[in-house]
Structure formats: structure tokens, C-alpha cells
């Protein structure tokens, strides 16, 4: 029997460290209290601090034991970044896993009438704030020698043309192939980059899927009949971080609802989808062979 290599030191290391940029609200604070809840210590970094201060009276055990602090950090600045993950390090002398969460909207609007410091905030956000906490994560994980786990939250946006606003769109794009470019030069330091991207969650950010599901345009296009929680991708978020993922990296996980697997939803337009088919046969297309109907659809 070949002995599995989880690719960290979870096992045997008593006290690990997660740093959750964006950890004071939405799928951040999920994933601090999920990572809490499995034994972990967590620094939550986020630019509001009375959202981190509500965080912390919010876990006033974890605090008192050292195993919750936290950080402000706006994600942008490269110092606000290598400071936050310095703090994670320092906190059980382990940095294990970095999930780089921190998000906002960004600009909106039609391209052309768009401003260029509204696109250069959305990136040095979305997409530096990303290759910072790659960086300082790891600088710190090559040195501790144990390798380690980054998770980065991209979007559905990423994957699609529609799916939000054009600069959330293409810097959360940025924030997929990253992971992969990163997991690849990582990987012989032991340590895995992946990423989630999140579909319709309902979260402060994302007030259109926080108002219900039931009639809502969510509710045609989206295969499963329930809104996303923040507690869905902390899970998602969880497994990439820990060594339940160990010999998984450079991928990104899809936490959405299977709104990328519906796509466009042609088939309600071209007659392809079996739900809205009132025949039920096969079409054998050109072969020269008559296509056969077997009866109408049962509801």
C-alpha cells in the first residue's frame, strides 16, 4: 500500500493559521467561523473595522484563547497585505492556508462611459489584492518549508460574458488564470493555489439574490430551486484550504448552483431542453434513417 503525502503538515501540526482577506462579512466571515469551528486560529483581514470588531465580540472565547484577531487591511496596499499575513504567521507560528476573499463590485456602467480610475480601483482590488496575498502567503509558506494552501475567490463572472459588470468581469477572469499560473510555479514548494467562484450567493454584495428566489429571474436560469448561502462556499472554501484537498491545485471549483452548466439556456429557445419537449424519440439527424417519436412526454 503506497502511503498517501497530504502535501501539508495538518496532521501533525497542533495549531494551524488561516488568513481570510474580506473576513469581517459575507462568504469571509462564513469561512472564519467554519475554519474556527474545525479547530483552526484565523485572522480575519477587512478594510471595515467595525464589521471586524463585530467579528471578534462575536467570538469572544476564540479571542480570549488566541485564536481569532484581527486585521485592517485594505488589500490593495502591499503593506496592509504582507502586515496581515505576518500577523497570521506570528499567531500559532504557522500559516497554513491564505483564502483571498476581499471584494467589492467595482465599476458599472457601459464601457464607454466608464473612467479609468474606476477600472483601476476594481483591478488593484479584485486582481492585485489577489497577487498580494498569493505573494506574501507564499514567501512565508516557502520559508516555513511545510507548504501550505491559497484559495482564491474569483466569480461566475469569470467564466462567463454575462454575469456582471465588465471590469468585476474581466478582473475576476484574472483572478482564475492566476490561480493557475501561481498553483504551477508553487507546486514543488508543496504549495496548492485553487479557487471558488461563487454564482448567485446571498450576501451584503450581492443584494439580488438576498431578496428571494421564488418567481425571480434567478429561479429560470439557475438549476437548483434554492438561493446560495455564504455557508456554501465556506465549505467549498474549506476543503481547498485544507488537506482534504491535497493533491488538488490550479483548479477552480464552481460553487453556483449549476448556473454554469445551464450556460445560456438556448435550449428553452431551440427546443433542446427535455423539459420544455412535448415528444419524446430520437432525431437521427442525416443518416438517411427516419427519425423515431415514441409517444409525448410524461409531466
Not at 501533525?12 to 467554519?34: D, E, K
Not at 483581514?45 to 471578534?56: C, K, V
Not at 429557445?269 to 420544455?276: I, K, M
Request: aromatic letters at 6%; proline letters at 4%; one cysteine or more.
Amino acid at each position: 500500500m503506497i502511503p498517501i503525502d497530504n502535501g501539508t503538515t495538518e496532521n501533525s501540526t497542533p495549531a494551524q493559521t488561516a488568513l481570510v482577506t474580506g473576513g469581517a462579512s459575507g462568504i469571509g466571515r462564513s469561512t472564519v467561523r467554519l475554519f474556527l469551528t474545525r479547530g483552526w486560529s484565523v485572522v480575519a483581514a477587512d478594510l471595515n473595522e467595525s464589521s471586524g470588531r463585530a467579528l471578534l465580540d462575536e467570538h469572544p472565547n476564540e479571542v480570549a484563547a488566541g485564536r481569532l484577531a484581527f486585521a485592517r487591511a485594505d488589500v490593495s496596499s502591499e503593506e496592509d497585505v504582507e502586515r496581515a499575513a505576518a500577523q497570521a504567521a506570528s499567531l500559532t507560528g504557522h500559516l497554513a492556508c491564505v483564502v483571498n476573499n476581499a471584494g467589492i463590485g467595482g465599476a458599472f456602467g457601459r464601457i464607454t462611459e466608464t473612467s479609468v480610475e474606476d477600472w483601476d480601483y476594481t483591478f488593484a482590488v479584485l486582481s492585485r489584492g489577489v497577487f498580494l496575498g498569493v505573494k506574501h502567503a507564499a514567501k512565508i509558506m516557502q520559508a516555513q518549508g511545510t507548504g501550505g494552501a491559497i484559495v482564491n475567490v474569483a466569480s461566475l463572472a469569470a467564466l462567463t460574458g454575462d454575469a456582471g459588470p465588465q471590469a468585476y468581469s474581466a478582473a475576476k477572469a484574472s483572478v482564475v488564470h492566476m490561480s493557475r499560473v501561481f498553483a504551477t510555479e508553487l507546486g514543488p514548494h508543496r504549495i496548492r493555489v485553487n479557487c471558488v467562484c461563487p454564482g448567485a450567493i446571498a450576501t451584503p454584495l450581492n443584494p439580488s439574490a438576498s431578496r428571494g428566489f421564488d418567481g425571480s429571474e434567478l429561479a429560470r436560469a439557475q438549476p437548483l430551486p434554492f438561493v446560495g448561502e455564504p455557508e456554501h462556499l465556506a465549505s467549498a472554501i474549506y476543503f481547498l484550504g485544507s488537506s482534504e484537498s491535497s493533491f488538488v491545485t490550479g483548479q477552480y471549483l464552481a460553487v453556483d448552483g449549476g448556473l454554469e452548466a445551464a450556460g445560456p439556456r438556448l435550449g428553452q429557445y431551440l427546443g433542446t431542453d427535455p423539459r420544455y419537449g412535448s415528444l419524446v424519440g430520437v432525431n437521427r439527424g442525416n443518416t438517411g434513417v427516419k427519425s423515431t417519436v415514441h409517444g409525448k412526454a410524461t409531466q
